[in-house]
């Protein structure tokens, strides 16, 4: 049973043109995460912890029982593939993450959820956009960020909809935090085998993010290929073709 998280802002369906068959022997999951497609949660207020991620992927195995279960995870997906590694206790052969968050903190998320400043000037961001994007257009005049930092994060506080899944989002997924070294013991008695897929132009989140996790993971491979960020829309042709060779090796 392979299993597939899509990233941010984006559905199960991201998964729809990359895979037009279902290789042989696989059983494929493609799975909308809370507050994405058709999925909800039961309450923002309420964080989604790792034991809830284990308690589905056991209902999972009871609805199709499989001999092996593999993780595909893309951007945000894999900081969740990541924190279902941690709390299952359910063997993981292999995982493929793709552009990953999760690996290690991104130091603006880290700030703007978990440090006491940064989350009041979040939410002071999230009720009050124009002073924020005023600020961002400043910052972006000034050089101090780029023209797609600048249009990207801009998108996300350009109407309310896209405000609240940014604050449910954020808010909804801090409490999977993935522990490299809980996956370091977890890999080496289990081993998994890690493939880690990064553009080397990517703007959202930089290559050196994945550093400690390659260096300190058994066997961790790191592929960086051609290309941005988002390397499943449409699939990169080097991504697609080694995720089609390896599911069908």
């Known amino acids: 049973m392979l299993l ?17 068959t279902v290789p042989l022997g696989w059983r494929l999951v493609m799975i909308d995460l809370p507050h994405f497609g058709e999925s909800e949660w039961k309450s923002t207020d309420q964080p989604i912890l790792p034991v809830e991620l284990d308690a589905f ?7 199709y029982p499989a001999e092996e279960v593999h993780l595909l995870a893309f951007s945000l997906g894999a900081k969740v593939a990541l924190g279902l590694y941690q709390a299952t206790t359910t063997l993981i052969k292999s995982a493929i993450l793709i552009s990953p968050d ?14 006491p400043v940064g989350k009041r000037l979040f939410f002071a961001a999230l009720r009050w956009p124009k002073v924020f994007l005023f600020v961002l257009k400043l910052l972006y005049k000034l050089r101090i960020t780029d023209a797609f930092k600048y249009k990207f994060v801009s998108r996300q506080f350009e109407s309310e909809s896209r405000r609240k899944i940014l604050h449910d989002v954020w808010r909804g997924f801090s409490q999977i935090r993935p522990d490299i070294g809980i996956i370091v013991h977890k ?18 989140l930089p290559l050196k993010l994945c550093e400690d996790f390659i260096q300190k993971v058994n066997g961790a491979k790191l592929h960086v290929v051609e290309g941005g960020h988002f390397l499943l829309n449409p699939p990169q042709e080097s991504v697609k073709s080694f995720l089609h060779s390896t599911l069908n090796a």
């Open 57 to 63: 992927l056991q209902r999972l195995l009871k609805k």
């Open 187 to 204: 890999s080496a008695a289990w081993n998994t085998e890690w493939h880690v897929i990064w553009g080397d132009g990517d703007n959202i």
């Open 4 to 20: 597939c998280f899509h990233g941010y802002g984006q559905s199960r369906k991201l998964f729809d043109s990359l895979f037009k």
């Open 102 to 115: 999760g690996l290690k903190i991104h130091p603006l998320y880290k700030f703007a959820i978990y440090h």
